[in-house]
């Protein structure tokens, strides 16, 4: 996590760096800071907790000068305050560094380095970096970035200044993102586009162990043998308004509204009206016999539904695996298995570890992403882009949604390659799929009801969601959503499973939402609800099933939808439900405690 920005060029440092920074904020919120060359020096500013409070500093002391790099961090080595804020420098305070990730050796080498006189401010990890530079530092930045590097153990995306070369940043990554903004009248390095979009949409995508150097008129960028790399210009295609408000409260408000255009822009070129599917470019051999899924947090919850479809379609039986789980759990993976790997951003941690491991081991890797030239879309065979635009409130809406409309398509896609499923019954599918955005739009209106919902069960200190099938999955999603942002604890549980343990905690006044969306198994859904309404719970259901609703105290209508593709639909009126709690409670819906958008971290 954390977010790191630098500008070199014509224009004051200060703003440009504050304006990226703000943009980045959604990685870390816990503190920020910024290191500017003033007059062949480095003045630093930091402050603790999020950019208003450096904001704040600036006005009181401004920085000037044109060169200068920025961080807005989450904290994992070392509590949030300005002392482990960055950037972090050397003794003597001529080389400033901003990093994002974690050097896993740090402990070794600042024993090597206090061995060698080198003392230490802060509880960071990242400390080492400027010393190692120090160290290394004979009259060549660059070359003494390099040899830095070459020590760190970890994942690391680093912007470095130096007093002693005045007139360039020198920038690495490796397991962390980095971009290089190409500006008209300067340069920028950032973790993200957002941050440098409102100045320009040409960038460099840069790979693992690519030194960039930047200068006022011009980017060079070398391997770690120093060897010239020649990099093409991307062109981002998304504006900076997509990366704005528009006029919503919240991020997260904006992007829970967007998701009938980011289910159209999903479908659109790969599901024609004409119900002829073009994914041809998904190549699948026969010889696959399993398909790992696998992703994190939100992620994972569409890899659950995504499991359903392509089982139920294809026949293709699949696995959902945790990254974080997958990656130390020996997982039979052979010449018979495939991976595809689920990530909004294309950087968590622990899903590119898995998608690099798999490819290691000789299998394909699909990858479904929201992100294009995420380090997991570069390094997938296969790539599924969401289109939903940039999401940037942690609590993920429109990335899951379209998530979903990928998995269905995938699902079909294979269906039709293996011949699995009637044609009629597939287009039927498709066609509830063209009409999927229409059906969002609707539920969408029921904003006011879900908002009066919220603020009755605002105050509660735990609430239960409960389902059956895709539905335990919607509740899984829904509690994670709730619990994320309003800080209520909460639990998803399979109906079924209830009177295995969890019903324990049911006392009168409880409040339990189920979900329900598939007739076909509504009346053992209902006989659960029954058993918790026994024993004091108010009930909430979001249905699609209205024959049998008395069991609840409360009823919000969900759409009918074919069973499978109901997972989308249902989710909304939760998304909301989340939304309208957290602000009844007066939290940060975007920016929400502990968290941060983009987990680079293991
Ligand atoms: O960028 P990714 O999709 O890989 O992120 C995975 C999770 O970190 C993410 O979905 C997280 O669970 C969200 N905050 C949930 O709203």
Known sequence: MCGIVGYIGARPAAGLLLSGLESLEYRGYDSAGIAVMENEKISVAKEKGRLAGLREVLDTSPLSGNIGIGHTRWATHGVPSVKNSHPHTNTDGTIAVVHNGIIENHEALKDYLQKKGYSFKSETDTEVIPHLIDYYYDGDLLSAVRKAAEKLDGSYAIGVISSKEPDKIVAVRKDSPLIVGLGKDGNFIASDIPAILSETKDVYLLNDNEFVTLTKSGVAITDADAKPIEKEIFKVQFSAQASQKEGYDHFMLKEIHEQPVAIRNTLRGRLDKDLKLNLDNLKFSDDIEKLYIVACGTAYHAGLVGKKAIETLAKLPCEV??????????????????????????????????????????????????????????????????????????????????????????????????????????????????????????????????????????????????????????????????????????????????????????????????????????????????????????????????????????????????????????????????????????????????????????
Not at 511 to 516: D, F, G
């Open 321 to 602: 695996c945790l990254a974080s789980e997958f990656r130390y759990g020996d997982p039979l993976i052979n010449k018979n298995t495939a991976v595809l790997v689920v990530s909004q951003s294309g950087e968590t941690a622990d899903t590119l570890a898995v998608l690099r491991m798999a490819k290691k081991l000789g299998n394909t890797v699909y990858a479904i992403t929201n992100v294009v030239g995420s380090s997991v879309a570069r390094e997938a065979d296969y790539v599924f882009y969401t289109y939903a635009g940039p999401e940037i409130a942690v609590a993920s809406t429109k990335a899951y949604t379209t998530q979903l409309v990928a998995f269905y398509l995938f699902a079909i896609h294979l269906a039709e390659l293996k011949n699995t499923v009637r044609q009629s019954e597939l287009d039927d599918m498709k066609n509830e799929l063209l009409h999927l955005d229409e059906v969002v739009s609707d539920i969408l209106k029921s904003d006011d009801e879900i908002k009066k919902l919220a603020a009755d069960i605002a105050g509660e200190r735990d609430i239960y969601f409960l389902g059956r099938g895709l539905d335990y999955f919607v509740a899984m999603e829904a509690s994670l959503k709730l619990k994320e942002i309003s800080y209520i604890h909460s639990d998803a549980y399979a109906s079924g499973e209830l009177k295995h343990g969890p019903i324990a905690l049911i006392e009168n006044g409880t409040v339990v939402i189920s979900i329900c969306t598939n007739p076909e198994i509504s009346n053992k859904l209902n006989s659960n609800v029954k058993e918790v309404t026994a024993r004091g719970a108010k009930t909430i259901g979001f249905t699609a099933c209205l024959s049998d609703t008395a069991a609840y105290n409360e009823i919000i209508k969900l759409p009918q939808v074919d069973p499978l593709l109901a997972p989308l639909p249902a989710i909304i009126p939760l998304q909301l439900l989340a939304y309208h709690v957290c602000t009844a409670k007066g939290f940060d819906v975007d920016k929400p405690r502990n968290l941060a958008k983009s987990v680079t971290v293991e």
